[in-house]
């Protein structure tokens, strides 16, 4: 122990004596690891925030959407609009299809809305129908849900999201209140759950909900609607569902071969993987500015490792002459070398965890602090500086003595 002690002592002087060059060696190992770990925790981030706009969907949920959808780089965009998909098409496809444990169907549309003196210009109004809260995994915080029976009698309830209620009534407790939806006064009897975006990118908290029925009857005089949720029996039976699903609506709604579909059956998961691939690339891109950080860091270490035995050609003479073994020389310049790596690695650690926390902080990115993600970056960075000081202390240990004395 003690020798290990003055050997860093030495080690210390000598890289003292090349400040700018050791700075540098460091600053390459440093932005090796810091680059490693904010790139590995990011990832992680966002892989965890994609796998939680599946939950926010349901679980095991396909979306039957009406017209024609295009989908692109983790987005969903409507075409074109159809006027096909019925509520019968949803009974058909739980009655018809041998996967399906719950459908839920969905329309929507834009209404203002008004209480008292506060006005909401543009608000989603939803309809939807009773079991809507269990198929899309989404919960009632105050009050209650609607019933199949208010959905029946066209009731005129409304159930709202958390954003609107705190627009209309601040602190206040919205329930038993009235509010003008368009132009139907509606009791409001339940305050959803906090939800957020989900993967389709509708901000869930800033909609209301109204009994299908009703939405259809009293406030768009409609019936075709433009969603289906699609509840499957389990996730590995997803694909087969939807091919089934396909199947129905096109022989219910008369298309024939060759013929283009006026609906979409929409498997969300597909667009969380397009979005994990596009995570997956950026980790990828990010290891490798990590490892070329690495190898600059290393070849520094290298460099000014050579410079530190050309320069102490005598030093290292003299104490093989007096007896050093060429092991205790090998260890002085791998402690030297492993001594800049550590310092590297360890300011990329601290920084990169700090940098994490603060990004999570300030995006709303759900925290994720990979171990294994430190773990490997800090080993790297101490496999660099051993690795680099392999071959100085090599040529350190072939200096002979007699020739020092020569010269």
Known sequence: MKRVAINLSIALRSLYSFKLRTALAVLGVFLGTFSLIVVTNLSSSLQKKAEEEVARLGQNVLVVRSGTILRHGGQARLLSEARTLAPEDAVAILNETTLVAAVSPSSHKVFPLRYEHVKLNAILVTGVTSNFAEVRNFRVKEGRFFSDEEDRRLERVVVLGRKVAGKLFGEESPLGRHILVFRVPCRVIGVMEEKGVDASNVDQDNQVFVPLGTFLRRLVNQSFINTIYVQTVSDAVMTESR?????????????????????????????????????????????????????????????????????????????????????????????????????????????????????????????????????????ASVAVGILAGIYPSRRATAIQPVDVIRS
């Open 243 to 379: 091919r089934q699903i396909e199947e129905l609506l096109r022989k219910r709604h008369n298309i024939g071969p060759g013929q283009k579909d006026d609906f979409a059956v929409i498997d969300l998961k597909d667009v969380i993987a397009l979005k994990t691939q596009a995570i997956s690339m950026i980790s990828v891109l990010g290891r490798i500015a990590a490892g070329v950080s690495f190898t600059i860091g290393a070849l520094g270490i290298l460099s000014i490792m050579i410079l530190i035995v050309s320069e102490r050609r005598m030093e290292i003479g003299i104490r093989r002459a007096v007896g050093s073994r060429k092991r205790d020389i090998v260890l002085q310049f791998l402690i030297e070398s492993s001594f800049i790596s550590l310092l590297g690695g360890g300011a990329g650690v601290l920084f990169g965890v700090l940098v994490c926390v603060v990004i999570y902080r300030f995006s709303g990115l759900p925290f994720a602090m990979a171990p294994l993600g430190l773990e490997a970056s800090f080993a």
